[in-house]
């Protein structure tokens, strides 16, 4: 069982910045690869980006690519979004999520999520 609270959100200008981060408690968090996802208003849930379980491999969304970075620090059981250069249309409810194996870009495959934490982008 992991439990993973998210923290980082506000509210920003656009062209600003925000650090996300996602902290998991259970001893098995480097087993697990991690996603962020984010849901704006009456829009889908979409991949934003993921990183395998040891941090060797990333996967970034075309529409975060070159703005945003994910990372993790295993010792510290957290995962991170540094969100640079954000836009209006960044604005969402960003959320964590592990799972064991690939298919990163699939939200329904994922085993565990946080609450969410919301970012607003003003223009």
């Known amino acids: 069982q992991v439990q993973l609270v998210e923290s980082g959100g506000g509210l920003v200008q656009a062209g600003g910045s925000l650090r996300l981060s996602c902290a998991a408690s259970?001893?098995?968090?480097?087993?697990?690869?991690m996603g962020w996802f984010r849901q704006a208003p009456g829009k889908e849930r979409e991949f934003v980006a993921a990183?395998?379980?040891?941090?060797?491999?990333?996967f970034h969304a075309n529409s975060v690519k070159g703005r945003f970075t994910i990372s993790r620090d295993n010792a510290k059981n957290t995962v991170f979004l540094q969100m640079n250069s954000l836009k209006p249309e960044d604005t969402a409810v960003y959320y964590c999520?592990?799972?064991?194996?690939?298919?990163?870009?699939?939200?329904?495959?994922?085993?565990?999520w946080g609450q969410g934490t919301q970012v607003t982008v003003s223009s």
């Open positions: 990183i395998s379980w040891g941090g060797g491999s990333t």
């Open positions: 259970g001893r098995t968090f480097s087993s697990y690869a």
């Open positions: 999520a592990a799972k064991y194996g690939s298919n990163w870009y699939d939200a329904g495959t994922y085993d565990y």
